[in-house]
């Protein structure tokens, strides 16, 4: 019975720290002030 | 004591062997996108290259002629379209702008490509276009989707503005890095002329009225890391003339550009730079850490089941319990 709690904790666990990293999802940002370029640049 | 410490192993044991299929399965599927806000650019050489003279109209060779390209993420635009699409979506403003030797614009050719964060297919929605016509677009544009497969995919070609398979041709090294060889080739093909001509006062209005057409074929390569997608060398055998019409001498054909088009050496160099620190990332969750966490739980299970197996062997120091004599009648 104890050997089955700790295999329910170690799932739940694993679960949750999973569904809270890709529901936490990563931030969009903001579009480039950067222009389109006409231009050749110099380097990267 | 030590049955209660191989219950914690076993907690942590099934912990990270469930972690290692979530993360690979679940995680990395939601967590790995094109950033909506991403901004790129590229240059690309011909060298030497062949261009149409509009004084002549005839072809002359030039030492060089660059290519610009620039890729900007459009946030609102991406926002916008997920509030109905319902998806992650990237939308690409992109600009491919044309450099003669002179340094004046030989051409220029403005792209809106929506595409599935997630998975590089085309999404489609108001505004996708190429140099201002509305198009639909099937397949892949400009990158290929995380953990690349070795087969054909179906690139979407700007200036026909159709897709076509891009073959695979094997696998390549390319400065330390193995990477898939995709080709394809664009036979010749009637195509719009560019809405901005290089010469004040040409419109493409005015040389369709002369009868003249554009016409264009290419044979595009690219060296694709399969683990970000990204390809991380392209070059273009990239020809095209103008056909007819009073604007061609004796109506016949003249090169408008021919050349063979290469990423500039020092652009590479980024580029592999960058796909090499992107690529880590990537196998960090789709290998290191799943497989690492399946030996970790692996590692502790046996562990759990070592000291729990102990917990129940009798210890050696203490005497056995004296065992009752049987007892026999007389």
């Given at each position: 019975?104890?050997?089955?709690?700790?295999?329910?904790?170690?799932?739940?666990?694993?679960?949750?720290?999973?569904?809270?990293?890709?529901?936490?999802?990563?931030?969009?940002?903001?579009?480039?002030?950067?222009?389109?370029?006409?231009?050749?640049?110099?380097?990267? | 004591?030590?049955?209660?410490?191989?219950?914690?192993?076993?907690?942590?044991?099934?912990?990270?062997?469930t972690?290692?299929?979530?993360?690979?399965?679940?995680?990395?599927?939601?967590?790995?996108?094109?950033?909506?806000?991403?901004?790129?650019?590229?240059?690309?050489e011909?060298?030497?290259?062949?261009?149409?003279?509009?004084?002549?109209?005839?072809?002359?060779?030039?030492?060089?002629?660059?290519?610009?390209?620039?890729?900007?993420?459009?946030?609102?635009?991406?926002?916008?379209?997920?509030?109905?699409?319902?998806?992650?979506?990237?939308?690409?403003?992109?600009?491919?702008?044309?450099?003669?030797?002179?340094?004046?614009?030989?051409?220029?050719?403005p792209?809106?490509?929506?595409?599935?964060?997630?998975?590089?297919?085309?999404?489609?929605?108001?505004?996708?276009?190429?140099?201002?016509?509305?198009?639909?677009?099937?397949?892949?544009?400009?990158k290929?989707?995380?953990?690349?497969?070795?087969r054909?995919?179906?690139?979407?070609?700007?200036?026909?503005?159709?897709?076509?398979?891009?073959?695979?041709?094997?696998?390549?090294?390319?400065?330390?890095?193995?990477?898939?060889?995709?080709?394809?080739?664009?036979?010749?093909?009637?195509?719009?002329?560019?809405?901005?001509?290089?010469?004040?006062?040409?419109?493409?209005?005015?040389?369709?009225?002369?009868?003249?057409?554009?016409?264009?074929?290419?044979?595009?390569?690219?060296?694709?890391?399969?683990?970000t997608?990204?390809?991380?060398?392209?070059?273009?055998?990239?020809?095209?003339?103008?056909?007819?019409?009073?604007?061609?001498?004796?109506?016949?054909?003249?090169?408008?550009?021919?050349?063979?088009?290469?990423?500039?050496?020092?652009?590479?160099?980024?580029?592999?730079?960058?796909?090499?620190?992107?690529?880590?990332?990537?196998?960090?969750?789709?290998?290191y850490?799943?497989?690492?966490?399946?030996?970790?739980?692996?590692?502790?299970?046996?562990?759990?089941?070592?000291?729990?197996?102990?917990?129940?062997?009798?210890?050696?120091?203490?005497?056995?319990?004296?065992?009752?004599?049987?007892?026999?009648?007389?």
């Amino acid at each position: 019975m104890r050997a089955l709690t700790a295999v329910a904790i170690g799932l739940a666990a694993a679960f949750a720290l999973v569904l809270a990293v890709t529901a936490a999802g990563v931030p969009s940002g903001e579009t480039s002030p950067e222009p389109l370029r006409t231009t050749v640049p110099a380097h990267p | 004591m030590r049955r209660k410490a191989s219950l914690v192993l076993l907690a942590f044991a099934v912990f990270f062997a469930t972690l290692s299929p979530l993360l690979r399965w679940y995680a990395f599927p939601r967590l790995a996108k094109i950033p909506p806000n991403q901004y790129q650019d590229m240059v690309l050489e011909a060298k030497p290259a062949t261009l149409l003279d509009y004084g002549t109209m005839r072809a002359r060779q030039v030492p060089k002629v660059s290519i610009v390209q620039t890729l900007k993420g459009n946030v609102e635009e991406s926002e916008r379209i997920e509030r109905t699409a319902g998806r992650d979506v990237v939308v690409w403003d992109a600009l491919s702008h044309v450099v003669g030797p002179d340094g004046k614009m030989v051409s220029q050719i403005p792209e809106r490509y929506i595409f599935d964060a997630h998975t590089q297919e085309p999404v489609h929605a108001t505004g996708e276009m190429v140099d201002g016509d509305p198009v639909r677009r099937t397949g892949i544009e400009f990158k290929w989707p995380f953990l690349t497969e070795p087969r054909d995919y179906d690139y979407f070609d700007a200036q026909t503005r159709t897709s076509a398979p891009i073959h695979y041709r094997g696998t390549r090294t390319f400065r330390g890095l193995d990477v898939y060889y995709f080709e394809q080739t664009i036979p010749w093909t009637k195509v719009p002329l560019p809405k901005k001509m290089p010469v004040q006062g040409i419109t493409p209005q005015a040389v369709e009225k002369a009868g003249t057409s554009r016409w264009y074929s290419t044979k595009r390569m690219f060296w694709v890391d399969p683990v970000t997608g990204a390809p991380v060398n392209g070059e273009e055998l990239h020809r095209e003339e103008l056909r007819g019409g009073s604007l061609v001498p004796g109506g016949g054909k003249v090169t408008a550009f021919s050349g063979h088009v290469k990423m500039r050496p020092d652009y590479v160099a980024a580029t592999v730079d960058l796909v090499t620190s992107q690529r880590r990332l990537v196998l960090l969750l789709t290998s290191y850490l799943p497989w690492g966490f399946l030996g970790l739980g692996a590692a502790l299970l046996t562990l759990s089941l070592v000291l729990e197996a102990r917990g129940r062997r009798p210890d050696r120091g203490r005497p056995e319990p004296e065992r009752a004599e049987p007892v026999s009648s007389a």
